[in-house]
């Protein structure tokens, strides 16, 4: 009985792992194509601070966002060892972790882009 509720419970956990994968692809998409659409290319004059944390935000989420790709595209196989399975799907949670402080990031610059527009506008 516990044998069968465990294989229950790993499989509940793969099928989960899945469903984050997908919705951690769906992110990772989402902002590289918002960082294409929104960075600017040319560099605007002002204050070197504010150049400095943009940078330093970008920088934040482009590292970010290639750890998450780095964890989640690992092609999954046919796994024997329920061990394998398992570091998988920890390995697709922290990517998705990744993911979202990518996003995050992306979020920050945003609203400092936005208040600077303000002050200075």
Request: glycine fraction near 6%.
């Amino acid at each position: 009985m516990l044998k069968n509720q465990l294989r229950r419970d790993l499989q509940w956990l793969r099928r989960q792992a899945r469903r984050d994968r997908r919705i951690t692809l769906a992110l990772l998409a989402g902002v590289a194509a918002a960082w294409v659409r929104q960075v600017p290319w040319d560099v605007p004059a002002g204050s070197g601070v504010l150049l400095g944390l943009s940078i330093g935000l970008l920088l934040v989420s482009a590292f970010s966002w290639l750890s998450a790709v780095r964890l989640v595209t690992r092609v999954p196989r046919a796994r024997k060892d329920p061990v394998e399975d398992l570091r998988w799907i920890s390995r697709v949670r922290r990517g998705k972790e990744w993911a979202v402080w990518a996003a995050g990031a992306y979020a920050a610059w945003h609203l400092l882009q936005f208040v600077t527009a303000l002050v200075l506008g």
